[in-house]
Nanobody, 127 residues
Framework: QVQLVESGGGSVQAGGSLRLSCAVS????????MAWFRQALGKEREGVAG???????SYADSAKGRFTISKDNAKNTLYLQMNSLKPEDTAMYYC?????????????????????WGQGTQVTVSS
């Protein structure tokens, strides 16, 4: 059974930090591309950061310089370190997994390419 379980969300003041974790099971984690997405109230889900199975990383412009995505294949866990948080970072954060396509590609920040999703963890940043 595939499971992605996020944790680490919470409420912080602007300028603070949080570290999100996503524990995965039920599929060959090391061969999948992984990403963090977020969805604020009334807005579409957007990609925040993605990491390919070969270690390549992509960040949304809003995350560059503040967020760091990483993964521990031995622990089957994906992380998102978020620093210098802003009120506009307030959202539900989801981790997701995507297998490579037949040509071996991953589309790191495109939500429609992801097949497995967690339930989300709420991040609230107050000013």
């Amino acid at each position: 059974q595939v499971q992605l379980v996020e944790s680490g969300g919470g409420s912080v003041q602007a300028g603070g930090s949080l570290r999100l974790s996503c524990a995965v099971s039920g599929f060959t984690y090391a061969t999948y591309c992984m990403a963090w997405f977020r969805q604020a109230l009334g807005k579409e889900r957007e990609g925040v950061a993605g990491i390919d199975s070969d270690g390549s990383i992509s960040y949304a412009d809003s995350a560059k310089g503040r967020f760091t995505i990483s993964k521990d294949n031995a622990k089957n866990t994906l992380y998102l370190q978020m620093n210098s948080l802003k009120p506009e970072d307030t959202a539900m954060y989801y981790c997701a997994a995507q297998p490579r396509d037949p040509l071996g590609r991953c589309w790191l920040l495109l939500p429609e390419k992801y097949v497995y999703w967690g339930q989300g963890t709420q991040v609230t940043v107050s000013s």
